[in-house]
């Protein structure tokens, strides 16, 4: 299926229900990705057909099945499920399904997406800092303390809190797709004020001249870092060496398309996702040097050590390569 299926939040499950048990054997990959210019290089690898080329150079007809969901915590329960086998999200929800499959489906990490930072943004003129945040507040996320923007946040709360307060906003976040919390933050008059926010939606926001940042995932992190990973169980990894291989070739083809073409790449976003953003947008997003559409993973052990102390993962991982498969080790990766 070629076709971009899009699942809103209340279609999950009857989705899952639906496409339980679908992940197949070798020559079949089902893929699902979220909101945003973050997942490009999926857009890339989908419209160039990137992974029925090499699959093709091995002697196999690949089909390829093309989902999006909102949101982790969707994300996890399908791979569980085996409705899907490769899900894309934020480094903490991978660590958290890695920590809690070892031994068992043995959930790992495919490649990066892109170091990509996440912009904290609010209409509120009273917030300056996540200090003047309060519980008349309320901050739109993917996935209300789980996500990646969730945990990204916990992490920042708990130096400036201390850890056992490292929950202190999740009272305050609510769980909305990225798209309608940038329509509620831009419009106005809605209970949605802040918004911890990807790209093109915090580009788009902050237009308007009520709506300012507060804080960058870069600023908490220490700099550059991977926005999202894929991930997939080892079964699938192991089961299905010819489509994998394939799978993580195409990514290493569209990683370096998107930087060698950047104009052809937004157009890519556009027609992929039928974006109404125009191509001047998105290409000046393209441009942006903070956006680095990589398949290495950049500081994404930050995330397991910080969330290790805070007692979110159980596991302590040695180092990244704990919870990647082996084929990203060619890569440079932290």
Not at 55 to 60: D, E, I, P, R, W
Not at 157 to 174: E, M, N, Q
Not at 240 to 264: D, G, M, R, V, W
């Amino acid at each position: 299926m070629t076709t971009l299926q899009k699942f809103t939040p209340w279609l999950v499950s009857l989705a899952l229900a639906a496409t339980a048990g679908a992940a197949q054997a070798e020559g079949h990959i089902s893929i699902a990705q979220q909101f945003g210019i973050g997942y490009l290089i999926l857009d890339v690898v989908q419209d160039q057909k990137l992974i029925e080329k090499y699959g093709k150079a091995q002697g196999l007809d690949i089909q390829v099945e093309w989902n999006q969901i909102s949101g982790a915590t969707a994300m996890n329960e399908a791979l569980l499920a085996n409705a899907l086998d490769v899900v894309s999200a934020g480094v903490p929800p991978m660590l958290t399904l890695w920590d809690r499959t070892r031994e068992r489906q043995n959930v790992r990490a495919v490649a990066a997406l892109g170091s990509l930072p996440n912009y904290l943004i609010t209409n509120n003129p009273k917030v300056k800092t996540l200090k003047d945040l309060s519980d008349k507040d309320r901050i739109a996320v993917p996935a209300a303390g789980t996500g990646f923007q969730s945990r990204t946040l916990q992490i920042e709360t708990a130096k400036l809190f201390g850890k056992d307060d490292f929950k202190r906003f999740d009272s305050i976040s609510v769980s909305l797709p990225h798209p309608d919390a940038t329509a509620a933050l831009m419009a106005g008059g809605s209970e949605i004020n802040t918004h911890f926010s990807s790209a093109p939606f915090y580009y788009q926001a902050l237009e308007k001249k009520e709506v300012h940042k507060i804080i960058s995932s870069y600023e908490i992190l220490g700099g550059p870092a991977t926005f999202n990973v894929l991930y997939t169980t080892q079964k699938f990894h192991d089961e299905n060496p010819k489509t994998y291989k394939a799978f993580y070739a195409a990514l290493l083809e569209a990683s370096q398309f998107i930087k060698k073409n950047k104009t052809k790449a937004a157009e890519t976003f556009i027609r992929v996702q039928k974006s109404k953003l125009s191509l001047d947008f998105v290409k000046k997003i393209l441009d942006d040097p903070e956006n680095d559409f990589t398949v290495s993973p950049y500081r994404t052990y930050v995330y397991a050590d910080e969330l290790y102390k805070l007692g979110v993962l159980k596991n302590k991982a040695a180092s990244w390569k704990d919870y990647f498969f082996e084929e990203a080790y060619a890569q440079p990766g932290n």
